[in-house]
């Protein structure tokens, strides 16, 4: 139904910044990043309420990455700053229709979402 394309990957190194987007086809009021290591499991990284503009961290992303949007165009963006060789990963945004608390306290859970993104690799290196 809803469509989603990440796009702003890339190689940085460590210390650098990257500004991933999420696009969406339609508006959809839940929103989560994830990130995926070769052998490690899909993590979460942020969530966001586009209504009312809600938003939680990953401890290990707390502090360096920032989720922001533009509600008028349907876009999601992950501000990533200060990067650690440990960000490098295959990071994909997805979404699903929740109220503000059962977005923020749910969206951790990989299965609660409807629809994925395609992805985008952050490659970080020394």
């Known amino acids: 139904q809803v469509q989603l394309v990440e796009s702003g990957g890339g190689s940085v190194q460590a210390g650098g910044s990257l500004r991933l987007s999420c696009v969406a086809s339609?508006?959809?009021?839940?929103m989560g990043w994830f990130r995926q290591a070769p052998g490690k499991q899909r993590e979460g990284v942020a969530i966001?309420?586009?209504?009312?503009?809600?938003?939680r961290y990953a401890d290990s992303v707390q502090g360096r990455f920032t989720v922001s949007q533009d509600y008028a165009k349907n876009t999601v963006y992950l501000q990533m700053n200060s990067l650690k060789d440990e960000d490098t990963a295959m990071y994909y945004c997805?979404?699903?229709?929740?109220?503000?608390?059962?977005?923020?306290?749910?969206?951790?859970?990989?299965?609660?979402?409807?629809?994925w993104g395609q992805g985008t690799q952050v490659t970080v290196s020394s």
């Open positions: 997805a979404a699903f229709d929740a109220s503000p608390w059962v977005c923020v306290t749910s969206g951790w859970d990989v299965y609660r979402y409807n629809t």
């Open positions: 339609g508006y959809i009021n839940c």
């Open positions: 966001m309420h586009t209504g009312g503009g809600d938003t």
